[in-house]
């Protein structure tokens, strides 16, 4: 529906366009010469010439990384030696694989994230059918705190989380990187809103079908909300792929350590700034999730492009 | 109510509680349990590691009074959240209404101005450091090729923080424009039509129809961008450690010095408090003044 | 099968009177159609007795057994819903097999023979293996019926079924559908507000009306004598038009375009009532007929012609040939079919049953 404002708006300016420079061209009228062509393919998609050089910007970061990654030493900080590497180094990964255990960092991001993931999808499943289907005492109450949850994240309560994590004997273990985040008030909001777009005829039908509530959940309203569950499970995996300051806190241990833990580390004991192995390190932590990104790209962006609409 | 309409209704409340048990328990130990034991070490001396524990009433609230740096932190704070967020947020809405077409490579645009939401916080923060580099760095090289003045960036207390607000520009406005961008796509073309045969310009359409029509959407990206804007931690923990000067130390960092650092989680707490009191303050302001403004197509 | 009996029903939520005092009797191999206006406690009374709702007071028995808090799945009772509530997600056979699986211990081989029993019956055997949303609204309705009919329940409930089909189909499924219970015996409940719907269905039809029950009894029993003024004109069309008149000491019926002479014998007789006439029950005359009236509209449906004619204030529709129909704005003289239309309670609008000599 918005093709129609558009096309006008498109062919508009492309006639401006051209009366501009028919006044220029009344030698060769009879044949559009190509810079008249070129100029009105360029007033109608002048996004391009706006969003191309930004794209170039906003992507250098990365180009950056992954170029440094391939140089020599000496290259990065030599003013002289230009932006590309002379010749590819691809040197850089095996060092930076020798110099820290990777392969155990990436076990324990999986491990982790993995397990906040399922956790998280029991936990905000149940709640957000009682919240979405039941009614009982309090209900309003608790949804506000479910939902205040969401302004209280781990970077604003951190200090006294962690004194109760020490209490329980689980800093540097697995499960202190899990537990802080198995409720989730932002996942029980989206899923019960998901929940509510069930039409209540179809649980109607399954109760006479002689499904009970539980039954009701697993058998027709997880099936019909797939996609939401997706999409939360795409953000939450971004969030704790991603976390840095909470493993961070209750970690000590190699054994322990996820991926972004590990490359903070790296970035530590390379005082002297080895930027070519600290590059190819960043490489290698950012590579997976992007990876699966550029593969998913419908997917991911759908996911996140939908967190404010409904 | 008969007796048998008081079973079941009961049955169902004991299921809803029984639903909300799992979520309920992690939600109180790890979030609401941990917000009143803040408070209550606040009000006294607590050492990390240390089982004693002494009373000390509002002491450490007066010593914040007093403390200097508390609020240059506090300072620092909220200038960073008042300037990354606007100016995300202005960089996203511009970026959203020049995607906001059915040109060819749109999707392509929208992932390269996304992907930075995927990258970690530590790595995000270790090349900035080092594209910020004041020898060897390609920021310096580009504005010394632009034959701009270069600068210390990180190193110098006056442009250190506006680096990392420049750094979670990049980070997040994609991710903003990505929000907008589906609200700008459920604006009715009808209402652009109209006001083109009004004779009203880009601009004003821009400020008068799309903005008052996506009001509720920007609420939300501010609330978004005030929670991510949290993540200062990790940037700062990576790249300046708070300096230098303490130019760049934030709340969420002042609190991990005098908790981690200074051992002491008695004070570290209850500048952990003035951090709730802050965001609550800054989510109340933002309900009171935008909320309540923003225009609603219809319930949603 | 069974018989459906509802002992003064009642709803109520937060002591606002949704359904009140129902009580009714579905025999066996009984088509009983519940209809009235939206929000008159039909579709609530059939969700009581489906269980999917409580029922406040009263008593519900199917077949002998009292189920009144009974769960759904133990009334032996199977329900086609408006909006057919077919699960997205599976296709039409895991639909039809989804109940069989969770309330019976049929064998895999049984509940299979079921459903292509039923696919049979209802010719959807080619649509088996599609999902909901590949199927069109009238086959998505047969599946509907399927997954009732495999279950084969003592009671079948109807919720509204074809309003969501357009007119021909749902012609054609009205059909389908009283063939369905004729061959196959079936007792059922069946919740519209269409009343041709119940007109043409129903064995028996109920009407209700604010949360009560207004009259119960056979389709032409209804429609020629309505129990009051209600039922009257939301049953038949063209509606029944109303003659509010004033019943003097005399025992003349006086009205400003006419006058009629009332049997004396009945005591009690209120002052105001209504006179209440079919269009069939009228005819136009040459003469000066038992009342004037002046053609207001005139509408043509093909086989004839549906007259609006004003009678003092009221308006009453009036049957007529096509050709040579009275333009709007002409006199006409009106004659009553005297044995036929009937008389109401001016306040409360009951039915008087009494015969009226209607005099010039």
Redesign the interface.
Known sequence: MTDIVRNTQAASTATTASTATTAANTVAAIVPSPFSVVLRWMSRRWQHFILAPLVLLWLSPMIWIVLTSLKTKVEVFDPDAGILPAVLNFANYPATLAVAPFGMYLVNSILVTGSILIAQLVTITLAAYAFARLEFPLKRFLFTLFLLQVMFPIYAIFLTNFVTLRELGLINTLPAMIVPFVASGYGTFMLRQAFRQVPSELSDAARLDGCGHLAILWHVYLPLVQPTLVAFGIISVVTHWNDYMWPLLVTNSDSVRTLPIGLGLLAKSDSGADWTRLMAGTTLVVSPLLLVFVIFQRRFIDSFMHTGVK | MSHRFATVWRKEVFLAYALLLPSLIFLAAFTYWPILRSFWFSLHDVALGDPRIFWLGAENYLRLLDDGLFWKVLGNTAFYTLTTIPLSIIVALLLAVAMDSKLRGMAIYRSAFFYPVMIPSVAAGMVWVFLYAPGYGPINEALNFLGLPRLDWLYDSKWALPAIILMSIWKYSGYFMLILLAALKLVPSDLYEAARLDGVGPVSRLLHITVPLISPTLYFVIVIGLLHSYQIFDYVYVMTQGGPADSTNVLTFYIYQNGFQYQDIGYASTIANTLLIFVLGLIGLVALTLGRRVHYMGER | MATVTLQNICKSYDKRDVVHDVSLTIEDREFMVLVGPSGCGKSTTL?MV???E?I??GQLVIDGVDVT?AA??KRD???V???Y?????MTAYRNMA??LM??TKLSKAEIDSRIHEAAEILNINDLLDRRPKELSGGERQRVAIGRALVRQPKVFLFDEPLSNLDAKLRNRMRGELKRLHRELGLTVIYVTHDQIEAMTLGTRVAMMSKGRLQQVGAPMDIYMHPANTFVATFIGSPEMGLIPCKANGTGMLSHTAFQAGIDMGQAGLPDDLILGVRAEEVSLTQGIGMARGRVERTELIGAEALLEVAVGDERITVRGAVAGAPEPGTEVGLDFDLSRVRLFHGKTGHAIDLQVDLQD
């Not at chain 3, 509530?85 to 997600?89: G, I, Q, R, S, V």
């Open positions: 969700r489906a269980g999917l409580d406040t007071a808090h759904p799945q009772i199977a329900m819903f408006q909006s509530a077919l699960y997205p997600h989804f109940g969770k309330t």
